[in-house]
């Protein structure tokens, strides 16, 4: 009976190594956007302008990283 955990995709990866890999990359961007963020507000871009650049809204943006200043 095949369980696809061991059944290699197009990239010779097993669905478990992909999915790993996979949450790894988002660690990184989102990590990767909050130092962005973080820069693009220090230079004195508002909101507004971050989320479009994100393709957001100002209020998304405003609500995940009201941290950052």
Do not use: C
């Not at 990767?32 to 507000?41: F, G, N, Q, S, Y």
């Not at 989320?51 to 943006?61: I, N, P, S």
């Amino acid at each position: 009976m095949k369980t696809g955990f061991d059944e290699a995709g197009d990239a010779g990866e097993t669905p478990i190594e992909q999915l790993t890999g996979i949450a790894a990359r988002r660690r990184d961007l989102a990590r990767d956007e909050e130092v962005a963020v973080r820069r693009a507000r220090n230079a004195g871009l508002s909101w507004a302008e971050i989320g479009l650049l994100l393709g957001v809204t100002k209020q998304a943006m405003h609500k995940k990283y009201r941290k950052v200043g």
